[in-house]
């Protein structure tokens, strides 16, 4: 850069600046760095005529410094990035904006870049990466985001407005590069109108081939309609599709290509759910060896049509990338049936049953009766059991060796099961003898606010419950309704009986309880409870109680709790709260 020679500025009219400044020395750079010299024509005087071309020289000037301008910028320590780093800089803007449902979506707004310096200006309108977001709304920008992102992937999202009227130009300037389109957004009433067609201005776009399409969104917006099947779409050939999201509508096998697809999306209206056959489903998993998250809502499965025709082997299939599967409000049967023909031995797994009772008086709750060996609800380590009476439901949720899980099951208002308290001990039994919890250290059972004792809970229906919990380490106990007569006051009386067979005592590695709001039962009955436990070599190491009868006492010292410490380590009045299992909700 020293001894690189910058060529003379040329006017004009072609002469070189150099010699129309020699001419006029009051305009040279040198004079002009000192303005208390200038010796200007009527500096600051009345308007005359520019007899001596000052007007010229001037604008040659400004040149000259807007190339100075920029020689300074090159100077400064920003500049020593490489146009590379910038480019990367640049495109970080871009990940903070990439919202395609935002309405700023398509807008560019981090094209301010281009107007910093002429170094900025020429990497970004270089960097393709940039202008690759094009949206309807935005018309003026999407022409340029076309223009500039030369061979770039793009992402196009037609909102919800969008008509004949102002958007054909730009899905016409489009359809030439969908062999680059890799993101597409259209919403459901573009695809199936009232009369149930396609928008007309939208029809030469899904026709078109779209080798490249990764993510195929069909959204939600508010307005009438009912659902339907997606029609064929990209010639039926999508080789590179990962990602399918449906609002309103449901897939079909050869209306697009699901080889490739590893996230499936299905959602149905509140007032009109999506059916699908179990059977039809199966047939889309089969073409689908690495989908990794499943999620329906309002939409449910039934089984019209058997699974296996007479003398075909027992269906299966297996998706070892299944990491998330969400299914919506089926019939527990229904769900029974699907699971046992997925094997899916890394998968997080959330259900919205409805609860059934089948003539051996079993409850089915979405989960087989036998569990493969790769069954995802295998090696239950912590589990809680949540009734909800009031909304006629149970929340099952807990965690296995790898993941979460959760199961909302619901009684059917039109069902003859009956509510929820009268059935809540035999629903409690048959989950524990469905679900593997050899290996089971916590447990929560809670009731939230409800008025009705449940019945059902007896010593023997305790004694097999805890019975499947060989290894149970914590044991905590939360109600909230005005009587817990029958729910829970009998566990002390299971937990304190020894086995026909071995003698011991059930739970035996039992250390830990937490029971809240409690208004039955008294330090007595933990006295014996825990004395009893100690004198079989089963001692509690802690225990917290909620128990009113201490809230007025101003000296703990008088109370029994001392004596209550004797055979138990700890023991306070303050219960943690029960500890919350996340499961994190699938992002549409």
Request: glycine share 6%; charged share 20%; proline share 6%.
């Amino acid at each position: 850069m020293a001894g690189a020679t910058v060529p003379p500025q040329v006017s004009v009219d072609g002469t070189p600046q150099m010699a129309n400044l020699e001419e006029n020395p009051r305009l040279t750079l040198a004079h002009l760095l000192h303005p208390e010299h200038w010796d200007l024509p009527e500096w600051n005087g009345p308007h005359l005529e520019d007899t001596e071309g000052l007007i010229d020289k001037v604008d040659e000037l400004d040149h000259s410094v807007a190339l100075l301008r920029r020689y300074r910028n090159t100077l400064r320590p920003i500049h020593r990035l490489s146009p590379d780093i910038l480019a990367l800089i640049f495109l970080q803007l871009v990940d903070g904006q990439d919202d395609p449902l935002s309405s700023r979506f398509g807008s560019v707004p981090w094209a301010y870049v281009a107007h910093v310096c002429y170094r900025w200006r020429i990497i970004a309108l270089a960097c393709a990466g940039l202008w690759t977001q094009i949206g309807t709304r935005h018309p003026a920008a999407a022409l340029a985001c076309l223009e500039r992102s030369v061979d770039a992937p793009l992402s196009l999202v037609v909102h919800s407005g969008a008509d004949a009227g102002n958007s054909t130009h730009i899905i016409n300037r489009v359809r030439p590069h969908m062999n680059r389109m890799r993101h597409l957004y259209i919403p459901w009433t573009h695809i199936h109108d009232d009369d149930g067609n396609m928008a007309a201005f939208l029809s030469s776009l899904l026709e078109a081939p779209a080798p490249q399409l990764e993510t195929f969104h069909v959204y939600h917006v508010r307005a009438d309609g009912q659902c339907f099947t997606l029609p064929t779409v990209f010639g039926g050939n999508t080789p590179r599709l990962r990602v399918l999201k449906m609002s309103y509508c449901s897939p079909e096998i050869g209306r697009i290509t699901f080889g490739n697809l590893r996230h499936l999306y299905i959602r149905g209206r509140k007032r009109d759910p999506i059916s699908l056959e179990v059977s039809h489903l199966l047939e889309i998993l089969e073409t689908c060896p690495n989908l990794e998250v499943l999620v329906t809502v309002k939409a449910r499965f039934v089984q019209n049509q058997p699974l296996e025709q007479e003398g075909e082997p027992f269906r299966q299939i297996r998706l070892d990338n299944l990491r998330r599967m969400d299914i919506s409000r089926c019939a527990a049967s229904v769900v029974c049936n699907l699971l046992r023909r997925l094997i899916v031995p890394n998968c997080q797994l959330s259900m919205d049953v409805w609860i059934e009772r089948r003539s051996d008086f079993r409850f089915q709750f979405g989960v087989p009766d036998e569990l493969c060996a790769e069954h995802p609800l295998r090696d239950i380590r912590k589990l809680q059991v949540e009734y909800r009476s009031s909304a006629g439901g149970v929340v099952i949720q807990g965690m296995t060796s790898i993941h979460p899980f959760l199961i909302i099951a619901m009684i059917d208002s039109g069902s003859d099961i009956g509510d929820m308290p009268t059935v809540s001990g035999p629903i409690l039994l048959s989950l524990v003898k469905t679900l593997d919890l050899g290996l089971l250290t916590e447990f929560t059972i809670t009731e939230t606010s409800f008025y009705h004792p449940h019945v059902g809970f007896s010593k023997d229906l305790w004694v097999q419950v805890l019975s499947r919990m060989p290894l149970l380490h914590a044991l905590h106990i939360r109600l909230q309704s005005i009587s817990e007569s029958g729910f829970c006051r009998v566990v002390l009386s299971a937990l304190s009986t020894t086995d026909d067979i071995t003698g011991k005592l059930l739970c035996p590695n039992l250390d830990t309880i937490t029971l809240r709001d409690d208004r039955t039962w008294s330090s007595l009955q933990w006295y014996k409870f825990a004395k009893t436990r100690k004198a079989q070599g089963h001692p509690l190491k802690r225990l917290s109680l909620c128990l009113p009868h201490y809230e007025n006492v101003e000296d703990m010292a008088e109370t029994d709790l001392a004596e209550l410490r004797e055979v138990v380590d700890v023991v306070d009045l303050d219960p943690p709260m029960s500890p919350r299992i996340e499961f994190a909700a699938a992002v549409w």
